[in-house]
């Protein structure tokens, strides 16, 4: 245990570098530019240093809250600033350090209009992230849940495409009804238990009626963050018209705030009623897994294509929180990570021809594997990770998805598996149409292959891959004992196993 | 043991794999072909040492070397075992992979890639030797998918045409539904079994021949419901009669490839997975029998095929797929050893042949068309003469108790096995079987015929460069033909005779009262002498159809009129495959996509709702920024402070 507040650290020192590019960047021009940039990819990487300290102080025996910070904020209204993590937020702290710095080097090369403000808010989104996962206060989480939206607006409507307006706006209508339910739900938690602390909420028991209806409050937000079918139309959009970096954030940490929503507020402070929802919800992601997956099969436009792969790797998340057992609740996790690193890593390769040509339309590549050898060895193998191909992070979590899914009834894993066939085919598909047959056009022949920084961001992704691909268990080690007694505690309280 | 024989049998091909792989153009195409090929030297000769140490003085070898997933009871790890079935796997795998690395020097001399064909090579061999090493489902779920993986990366080798494009994502779709049942399969043992260890599921297999589970919502026999799961994944990667469609689009891949992987060993995967599972099989009577029945059909089906194509590979390919059919009808019949047999024999015979046709192609500045072949045998004499015996061991040809070619041995012991089975499917077996010899005989010397002898159908320039291929090209062909001759004769104490109980120790597993290896040996002398019958009978059809009466094979197809066009369409799999699904799924995801999610979701959900707040807001108020969802995200903060405060008041 550090004698220093790690978590309020890391939480901040995005904020701190966003407050410098402010004050100490003045006027316009290339220098100013760079400085912005540099600022922002030291202060960023620094702060993915310190978060690893988190790993080193964090004993994942302890299944309970660690590095816990408790000030009074609001004596009046019982609302305090506490912050802490346990073995299963404490992942989500780590990739949203990770994705930040990576995000900063694709915007270096992808953002030329407004630079430094790109970075206040690529920095400024990272405080609010790390924010979401170590908060412990439900005022407190709640204001950097919603509070995520401000930046991620902003990066959609200002540095966003042509029909950005209409994303933005869908966007919002979505999380507007998550939010408001959401807000009452906490309220109305509050008030039960007299505390705005988490951790008392954590197995306090809600009156059954009442656990119902907060349920499906909080299901309301998640389901859209998320996103589950058929809350997720809004994904597509809101991918295709960001910025690169903007999607590598939304894909790669905000979709998780979902996930871990689900985990830590509906099945922790709410088991019963999970248990109880459980059929809706894996329907739901049944669904999700086929629908999206077929749709994806029909997309001209890359990104859009990869935001409903999204959808239906989300739905082996959700599918395995609620199959409420060790295989389906780690394999959650373990989809989550993996796709955290893959889906940023694929967007960040859809950027890297969107830089150099401006069009994000498939047809208009072809044969880039001729000319962008190195290019197409990348993009392989995170195509390969996207299809869950065995050592590679993908497979891990979605073949532990799946095995929760058959102990709980043999039909989930019987249509969750079919999802794996038709991933393979549209990715297959796309990589097809980008990098084989012949090079025919002149502008893509003209582009150059993989360059330095470009490298930068891939490397760290690409090894994580295989890593976790190949020897999960350090990652798993940390959250396997809470995730252990998550669910222990959740049949408890439910009464009797489910499935 | 003094050196770590089988980590160097399984991870030599990797290395290589990554240096070659990784070091591309910096290394140069000679570095690469050195480098590939002295590694996979290295660990062939290692699996040889490997074989003579735990099949001939049987020990068993187990290597743990990294946990991989565990999750609850589960507990799966990267591990190397080694008995007799894997030792006589890694000397195939690594025996025919270095071969066919040393022949891709000379046939890939002119390619522009050929590091990265070599490196894909070695990357094949190293996720089949991981497949073969495997002491649980999952690792070898993984090499299953690693030489799925690599074989579509090699079939799409020449990536610039289109017919390889979709040939590879062809293979790699196939056997992604054969795998879906693979994986529904291991879901289903570790249901049962609570592990996926083969040792597990092993020892509990005998106490739950009874047990039912259920599945899909069916109450079913445990053990035949996760055996014919783990089958469908068998039927995919094997190109067994229903996920077979791939095979022959596969022979778009260079020729080299097509030995290695489409013949000798990645194909075969499938009967090893249920030779390797037969503890678990031999307690589902019912799967065996299914297994057998489709071996058997596929076997017939594959053959027939055979008869009518022109493409010289895709003969061959189909002859491929017809020799797995016996070998799955074998396993079917609980003769494991005789499978294997002819998978070991065939592995040989088969990449010979490939190799051969390549060499063929090769000569003939790339034709594949035998229609445009023909009078060539004198111009290649070597590469006429390695055809030969590559035929001769495939059609089986030999004499019982004097001498044959490896395929006499293996085939013969499969059919004999099939009728001494005493089943309604081992006889069903034995009979399509035996149709099918006759028809390998046919077009195997069909093939012959058509390529080597009568008069040249080539064009003058096309001939006036052929010539016998390069030293490289033809020396690698020389122990395969070794094999080819001797192999059946040398190992058959192994495989079907006195010695297969020491030889196998626990590798293979058989309930006393089916061991119809065993009976093979006391069945009636007329079923021994068929199969040869079988195969004189085909040659000496073919001879007459192609070299004497050479206006026959026409008039036959045109009398047989639509039976003929079927056979010659492959009985139209590929159309009905192709309008059942591909264009279902393309129609459906389009449909899913314009009328689910815009004309649905969208209509009805935020499009709706936003269309009503933009025609509200238009009314109340001038829009000043044109962005609405300044308004909305104000909106929200709004709705926010006003709870908020009335919360905090009340």
Not at chain 2, 296 to 317: E, M, Y
Not at chain 2, 556 to 583: I, M, P, Q, T
Request: proline letters at 4%; glycine letters at 8%; charged letters at 10%.
């Amino acid at each position: 245990m550090p004698n220093w507040p790690i978590l309020s650290v890391i939480t901040f020192l995005p904020l701190v570098g966003a407050l410098l590019i402010m004050l100490c960047v003045r006027g316009e021009g290339k220098l100013q530019e760079k400085a912005a940039q540099q600022i922002a990819l030291w202060v960023s990487l620094a702060t993915f240093v310190i978060s690893l300290l988190t790993l080193k102080y964090f004993d994942p025996a302890n299944t309970g809250f660690q590095l816990v910070e408790n000030l009074v904020w609001i004596p009046a209204y019982k609302i305090a600033y506490i912050k802490g993590v346990d073995g299963i937020s404490v992942w989500f702290v780590i990739i949203s350090t990770f994705l930040t710095p990576i995000c900063v080097l694709s915007a270096i090369g992808g953002v030329h209009k407004r630079v430094k403000e790109f970075m206040i808010a690529l920095l400024l989104l990272e405080s609010m992230m790390v924010g979401v996962f170590t908060s412990l206060d439900f005022v407190l989480f709640y204001l950097f849940f919603e509070g995520i939206l401000i930046p991620m607006f902003l990066i959609i409507g200002i540095w966003g495409g042509e029909k950005r307006t209409y994303a933005a706006y869908k966007f919002f209508l979505y999380t507007f009804l998550g939010s408001v339910l959401m807000l009452v739900a906490i309220f109305a938690m509050v008030q039960h238990v007299g505390t705005t602390d988490m951790r008392a909420m954590i197995g306090a028991g809600f009156p059954k009626e009442m656990a119902v209806w907060l349920w499906l409050a909080f299901f309301a937000s998640f389901a859209v963050k998320t996103p589950m079918w058929p809350f997720h139309t809004w994904l597509p959009y809101a991918h295709v018209e960001a910025p690169t970096a903007g999607s590598v954030i939304l894909a790669g940490v905000l979709l998780k705030m979902g996930g871990y929503g689900f985990i830590r507020i509906a099945v922790q402070m709410l088991p019963e009623a999970s248990v109880k929802f459980a059929p809706l919800v894996i329907g739901l992601s049944l669904i999700a897994i086929i629908y999206t997956s077929l749709v994806a099969l029909a997309q001209s436009d890359m990104k859009k294509l990869i935001a409903y792969s999204s959808v239906a790797h989300m739905g082996y998340v959700t599918l395995g929180i609620f199959s409420f057992n060790q295989p389906g609740l780690d394999g959650a996790m373990m989809v989550m990570l993996s796709h955290t690193f893959v889906s940023a890593a694929l967007f960040l390769c859809v950027g890297v021809v969107y830089d150099r040509l401006h069009t994000r339309d498939i047809a208009r590549y072809g044969g880039m594997a001729h000319n962008m050898p190195k290019y197409a060895l990348v993009f392989m193998l995170f195509m390969l990770a996207s299809v869950g191909l065995p050592g590679t992070s993908g497979f891990v979590g979605e073949f532990l998805s799946m095995q929760g899914a058959y102990l709980a009834n043999s039909w989930y894993a019987f249509i969750a598996a079919t999802g794996v066939v038709l991933g393979a085919a549209y990715m297959l598909w796309l990589y097809r149409r980008l990098f084989y047959g012949d090079l025919t056009k002149d502008d893509v022949r003209a582009m150059p292959d993989l360059n330095a920084r470009e490298y930068a961001m891939f490397l760290p992704l690409l090894a994580l891959v295989l890593w976790i691909g190949i020897y999960p268990a350090p990652f798993r080690n940390v959250f396997a004992p809470t995730a252990e007694k998550i669910l222990s505690d959740t049949l408890k309280l439910a009464g009797g196993s489910h499935g | 043991m003094t050196l770590p024989l089988d980590l160097i049998a399984v991870f030599a091909p990797l290395l290589g794999a990554i240096i070659v792989g990784l070091g591309n153009r910096a290394l140069g195409d000679r570095a690469a072909q050195i480098i590939t090929c002295a590694l996979m030297l290295c660990a062939a000769t290692a699996s040889v040492m490997l074989f003579n140490y735990v099949a001939l003085e049987h020990h068993v070898l187990d290597r743990m070397l990294l946990p991989w997933i565990q999750s609850g009871t589960l507990n799966v790890s990267w591990a190397l075992h080694i008995d007799t079935l894997t030792a006589v796997m890694l000397v195939v795998v690594n025996g025919v992979s270095s071969m066919v690395h040393i022949y891709s020097v000379g046939y890939m001399s002119h390619d522009k890639s050929i590091p990265r064909f070599m490196a894909y090579l070695s990357l094949f061999s190293f996720f089949m030797l991981m497949l073969v090493t495997s002491s649980n489902l999952l690792q070898m779920f993984f090499g299953w998918e690693g030489v799925g993986v690599a074989s579509y990366l090699l079939i799409n080798f020449w990536f610039h045409k289109t017919s390889a494009n979709n040939a590879s994502i062809k293979a790699f779709l196939v056997n992604r539904v054969g795998d879906f049942g693979f994986m529904l399969g291991i879901f289903g043992c570790y249901l049962l079994f609570d592990s996926i260890q083969f040792t597990d599921i092993f020892a509990r297999a005998p106490q739950l021949a009874d047990t039912q589970i259920i599945f899909l919502g069916h109450n079913l026999p445990a053990l035949t419901t996760v055996c014919l799961l783990l089958f469908v994944g068998a039927m995919g990667k094997s190109a067994q009669l229903g996920l077979h469609t791939w095979l022959p689009d596969a022979m778009e891949g260079p020729t080299p490839v097509s030995a290695l992987i489409h013949a000798a060993t990645m194909v075969t995967a499938g009967v090893f997975m249920v030779s390797r599972l037969s503890p678990l099989f031999e307690y589902a009577p019912s799967a065996l029998a299914v297994v057998a029945v489709v071996g058997a059909l596929t076997c017939i089906v594959a053959a027939s095929i055979g008869l009518t194509q022109f493409d010289i590979k895709r003969v061959i390919a189909y002859s491929t797929m017809s020799q797995l059919g016996y070998m799955f009808f074998a396993a079917g019949v609980s003769a494991y050893s005789a499978a294997v047999f002819h998978l070991m024999t065939h592995a040989f015979f088969k990449a010979l042949l490939f190799l051969g046709a390549g060499s063929v192609i090769h000569a003939m500045s790339g034709e594949q068309d035998m229609r445009k072949m023909g009078g060539i045998w004198k111009i290649i004499p070597k590469t006429y003469t390695l055809m030969w015996i590559g035929s001769l061991a495939l059609a089986g040809i030999g004499i019982d108790g004097v001498f044959g070619f490896a395929g006499f041995y293996s085939k013969d012991l499969i059919l004999e096995s099939a009728i001494a089975s005493g089943t309604w499917y081992g006889q069903l077996a034995y009979v399509l079987g035996l149709a099918a010899a006759f028809m390998t005989a046919f077009y195997s010397w069909r093939l012959i015929i058509m390529t080597f002898h009568g008069k040249s159908r080539a064009d003058h320039h096309t001939l006036d460069h052929a010539h016998e291929s390069p030293l490289v090209i033809l020396l690698p062909l020389v122990p395969l033909a070794l094999g080819a001759v001797f192999a059946g004769y040398c190992a058959w104490n192994w495989f079907g005779g006195e010695g297969r109980a020491v030889f196998w120790g626990h590798a293979l597993f058989v309930v006393p009262e089916r061991d119809t290896v065993a009976a093979a040996e006391h069945v009636d002398e007329i079923y021994k002498w068929l199969p040869l019958l079988m195969g004189v009978s085909g040659i000496t059809l073919a001879y007459v159809f192609y070299a004497v009466k050479t206006d026959w094979p026409a008039k036959c197809a045109s009398s047989l009129g639509a039976a003929y066009r079927a056979v010659y369409n492959k009985y139209y799999f590929d159309e009905a495959y192709d309008y059942l699904f591909v264009r279902t799924a393309r129609k459906l995801g389009d449909f899913l996509w314009k009328r689910g999610d815009d004309g649905f979701i969208d209509r009805f959900g935020p499009d709706g709702v936003a269309g009503a707040v933009v025609r509200l807001a238009q009314r109340a108020s001038a829009i000043e920024t044109g962005y609405v969802y300044h308004y909305a995200f104000a909106m929200v903060i709004g709705v926010a402070v006003f709870i908020s405060w009335f919360w905090l008041k009340g």
